[in-house]
């Protein structure tokens, strides 16, 4: 009986664990988003080429840390109007910080060739979700790269090569209550179930 309740516990620990992992989900492609998402274009506030961005869109949901800076003029796919870039000065890795929780990110993103961008969801400092993506296109087509499915507030972008990179039109999703936040809270779950499993039957034996 002990032995079955034991497997059945590890079952729905590993179909719950599973489920999370089917559902998060790394945006690689130009789909964007749909209805209900917010978007920073960066022409909000209109600023000079150069110019060090830091909290200037936070009223619009974004902020960067330590700094990007204002370029304007691509014709990139994906991109119009003004845009930030990591080049000059170059910042590496650097960091976007959302006034709120949010459950989905995206942006045109365009590096040198074979660059590789890693793109890692934090919340509240704890790493939530991470991958990275090569770029193969430059110069003709922006990548929409992000997230999706995760509840997060901080992107952490670090670029490998030249370390250069522009990015433009940013969309966000504020988190829903169907999000699950970090994968190892089912692991840390189930480990307190465990223990109380222990710990009934170690009394149960003192108790005999």
Known sequence: MKTTTLRNVCGALAI???SFSASA????????FGG???LVTFDEVALTNGTIVTNQFSPYGVSFTPNLAIDSGRSTSGFSGQNLQNYSPEVNPFSII???TV???GAYWEADNSNALTFSAFLSGGLVESFTFTETN?????S???FSNILFNEVQVSTSGTHALIMDNLQYSASSPSAVPVPAAVWLMGSGLLGLMGFN???KKLAA
């Open 16 to 18: 719950f664990g599973a």
């Open 98 to 100: 959302f006034t709120e």
């Open 201 to 203: 039957r170690k009394n």
């Open 144 to 146: 929409f790269l992000g």
């Open 36 to 38: 209900g998402s917010s």
């Open 103 to 105: 459950s989905a990110f």
């Open 25 to 32: 989900a790394m945006i690689t492609d130009n789909s964007g």
């Open 138 to 142: 430059c110069c003709q087509t922006g």
